[in-house]
């Protein structure tokens, strides 16, 4: 599977930014889907995942009521909509694809190549 990543850009803190990550290749809907990020000095980390029928969505603490993880397996897309964003939330955003969702990077079968968001105060 290959992934492609877009959608990031410079925001202000409060404004929305909605990330999108295209698959190609292998058959993009018997994968989960899961979001990761990294800043600056520190380890990537969970975002959000998505199961392979969407129908179960899983969210980091500090992001949980602000952004919103969908798919369209029609479309082999996956979202993440963002919003009141903070400046915390300053990362490059990569999409990832595993056999289920996980908060480990580790058990990631494919990688995006990611996108960087930058949430300005």
């Known amino acids: 599977v290959q992934l492609q990543a877009s959608g990031g850009g410079l925001v202000q803190a409060g404004g929305s930014l909605r990330l999108s990550c295209a698959a190609s290749g292998r058959t993009f809907s018997v994968y989960a889907m899961n979001w990761f990020r990294q800043a600056p000095g520190k380890e990537r980390e969970f975002v959000a995942a998505?199961?392979?029928?969407?129908?179960?969505?899983y969210y980091a603490d500090s992001v949980k009521g602000r952004f919103t993880i969908s798919r369209v397996n029609a479309k082999n897309t996956v979202y993440l909509q963002m919003n009141n964003l903070k400046p915390e939330d300053t990362a490059v955003y990569y999409c990832a694809a595993a056999k289920a969702p996980s908060v480990a990077p580790m058990y990631m079968d494919y990688w995006g190549q990611g996108t960087q968001v930058t949430v300005s105060s």
């Open positions: 998505i199961s392979v029928s969407g129908s179960s969505t």
